[in-house]
């Protein structure tokens, strides 16, 4: 299935999980180091965590996307 979807729509799906990847990652990193005190308010609140985690990875996701489509080449011929 996934090599029947169209080249572009492919390219945004990898790079939006990759983005997200990076979102979850950050945020683990945050509560185990707790920085500002986070990880200590997100141990108290798991609702918050999640929330948190989210958000993380739906801006990181997006932001890998911009990344990646404004890094793209041009094909002028």
Known sequence: MWSRL???????????????????GLTALII???????????????????VFGFQMALTLGAVQIGVA?????RDDK
Do not use: C, D, Y
């Open 6 to 24: 169209p080249e572009l729509v492919r390219f945004m799906i990898t790079h939006a999980l990759i983005g997200m990847g990076l979102g979850v």
């Open 32 to 50: 185990w180091k707790n920085i500002f005190g986070l990880g200590e308010l997100f141990r108290q609140t798991p609702l918050a965590m999640f």
């Open 69 to 73: 489509v404004l890094s793209m080449g």
